[in-house]
């Protein structure tokens, strides 16, 4: 069990020493660490290790360059400079914000960068300027579009924050798939089985097996078959891709690179790194950030309260689990499990960085 | 069989008896004809008589005055005057591609509209400009959240529009359902069951019973149930009501009005009427049109010749059954199902206007 304080020291010591600003270096600890804490934790620590090797094997930069290659009133290109993912995002989501507070919306679309960790940490910095905030990011494939066999699309998650008044905010943040990647390698391990219409083997039958990935299957889009609407998280996913990975400049579909350095570099590329796509949006530019928010307040308990099967006792505000995830985590402790414990520890090792 | 030119003609008749504009009437026209065009024609001439209703009951008007109500460089809301909503729509994407002239992008929420029709006409009215189109709206309550027995959100769609160069438009059009409401009513017609996943009985239990809707059951969100990611389409959905619903003014989630005369009025309203939202995106706030246009060509032709199961011959490229339907059926006729062609008649001949 780690304390907050404790794990944002030790990684920000990790990333340092990778050669990253002490600034740097706090970002990405930051982002990884409120994904420990809302209880993504396929987004947290777990990461140290894969971030690491890419930078060993000189695929990240842990000084990027960053730049804005091209803008108009609302909208810009950010160029990452190849660094890790979560400072060119943060840079880019700011740019949003800015751009937002002279035209009413910004929109930037991010190339040249690599995994941001949870697409929600950029949609939720634009709530404390009244503003809505919008970040999605495309990922490298392991999805087939509805009737494909082969992995053209990533998990391509969307965040979507928007501010409310006394109730807590809407804080939507989910993968384009029925099933999140970090999921199925944990049933694999577990020796489990999932349920039918989540996963396809390399004849794109629908199977349980969760190893179907390493042999050549996929996970399907939000749907699970065409018959149950899978084109229409293809949809959703491909709509991820388009603004991350083509308007940016940066690669799409299957040439996205790999997260992991277990995983080779693609022999061919359609442009540079990874892709985000950033959006805020100024409440004052439709209505009164007061006024919006008592509606947001009228919805939220609107659908709260409404009626629920015998099984659960109320409706589930999208960013409300971690929320509560986020107080209890913090208050009680970060807790890794045994392998990503090591992990963080042969790291820390390796580069000389002291854990207790 | 009727030609389109014949269709639009009675049509626009229709309308204009209603006492609408030859100009709004040609609009409202055009857009449900579209839909036939498309082999969308649960939002096609189906409609004519549900719009003559609600116009005869009070409930819709047909003069309506059009205002901007509040707006920034690069946002605006638009009371539509509770018009028909193709007129509001029509007017809202307009503005929204006027402003993304000047600022880069231009995003409009929309009041005090209805049924506007399919959502992906307005997102396609920004292809000519060489603009990304983007088009969603709520409507009245046909889904369940996850864990919840209410109807809290319409099927609402979202549409999303991209152009391409010597490929065909990227246009992606769907709810963030499983299914169309207009499919579940067409299998209680004929009898037939459904998958299951699709539907909820009074206690969110899944059923293939399509007669479920009338009883108190519900469509559930795209992804089925709570395993297979259903959260997610209610996060969707939920995104697009926030979108259409609360920043604009409009009703929200129980809220928004019957597109049907046959359902009564809302005891309780929370805004005006049923609510868009409309975004266009200029391509060269971000990089080049042509250069945008052969990014989307490859990544067209890359998904479309991706490896297939052995049932299917191609991966589909959303818009393109769309496109084919478009131009086969422009040449054939538009066939209408005999009670949509007795509904209509009676409607000519109740106003007056001649169909043959």
Redesign the interface.
Known sequence: MYSYSDLLRITTEIFSKMGCSNEDAAIISDVLLRAELRKISSHGILRVKNYYQLWKEGRIDSSPEIKIV????????VDAGNGFGMIGAKYSMELAIEKAK????G?V?TRNSNHYGIAGYYAMMALEHDM?GISVTNANPTVA??????K?LGTNPMA?A?PAGREDD?V?D??????ARGKVALAEKKGEKL?D??LQDE??KTTGDPSVLRKGGAIRP???DA???S??????S??V??LSG????AN???FVPPAVAYLPRKDRQ??KGTGHFFGA???????TADE?KE??D??IR??RN???????D???I?GEPERLAEKEIYKKGIELVPAVEDDLRKVADELGVKIT
């Open positions: 091209h803008e108009a009133p609302s909208t810009a290109v002279k035209t009413g919306t929109w679309a809505i579009p509805t009737f494909s066999v082969e053209m979507f928007a809407f939507a989910f993968a384009t798939t029925p099933i349920s219409g989540m004849k794109g939000l749907g699970g018959v149950h609407g084109h229409k998280g293809y949809c959703m491909s709509i891709d388009i083509v308007i940016s400049g799409f579909g299957p359609v442009g949006v100024r409440i004052d530019g439709f209505m919006f509606r947001m009228e919805w609107t659908f409404s009626e629920t099967t015998e099984e659960n109320h409706v589930i999208p």
